[in-house]
């Protein structure tokens, strides 16, 4: 079984998923954007969307999706971008992109919908050059509040990480989420996790 990580910029997928892959050797870490960077030859993705705007990028992140949604059997673990639920329709707004979602999982595989307040999210994403405006007439709350029914419908598994005490929504820290998605994962997949690696994420016994 894969493993597919999801969830809006600055949430902190790529951190889980290190940590995920240095607790489990098994999996295999696979970053979508690095691949995206790879197959573009070396572009920045800034640089991606300048030379080929949303749509071409768009169409780059299906081929990349379905080059990573193949590569293994199993023990993948594919850290996925912000818009990978996403696609652009004929004027250019973004429509929910079941052919990336279903190429992800070609191999079999769960997606984990890592959600985090838009409020954190934003403070995050703050003054960071790597990441393009992702529309320049609507806000990038507008865009995450269009986008979460997407990352709802294309997950098997939901996980709060909070992000806004104001809210009764407390910032769950990335250790926790990483256990809370190994445990799902292992379950889904009947695969026992390794001893001293469980114990490193700190969950407990396996019921």
Excluded at 16 to 40: P, Q
Aim: hydrophobic share 40%; with cysteine; glycine share 10%.
């Amino acid at each position: 079984l894969n493993l597919i990580v999801i969830g809006g910029r600055g949430c902190g997928k790529s951190s889980v998923c290190r940590r995920l892959a240095a607790a489990d050797k098994r999996f295999k870490h696979m970053s979508l954007d690095d691949l995206i960077v790879y197959e573009a030859g070396g572009a920045s993705i800034p640089a991606i969307v300048d030379e080929r705007g949303w749509r071409g990028f768009r169409e780059l992140e299906f081929e990349v999706c379905v080059k990573a949604g193949r590569a293994f059997d199993g023990f993948a673990l594919i850290d996925a971008g912000g818009g990978v639920v996403t696609d652009l329709d004929e004027n250019g707004e973004e429509v929910f992109s079941q052919r990336k979602v279903d190429a992800l999982k070609a191999k079999g595989g769960v997606i984990v919908f890592l959600d985090r307040d838009v409020d954190y999210l934003i403070e995050r994403i703050a003054g960071d050059s790597n990441r393009p405006d992702l529309n320049a007439s609507k806000s990038f709350r507008e865009i995450m509040e269009r986008r979460l029914p997407w990352y709802k419908k294309a997950a098997d598994f939901i996980v709060d990480g909070g992000g806004n005490d104001a809210n009764e929504r407390p910032l769950v820290k990335k250790k926790r989420l990483a256990s809370t998605i190994a445990a799902y994962y292992y379950a889904q997949s009947g695969v026992e996790p390794l001893a001293d690696q469980w114990f490193q994420l700190d969950v407990g016994k396996r019921n």
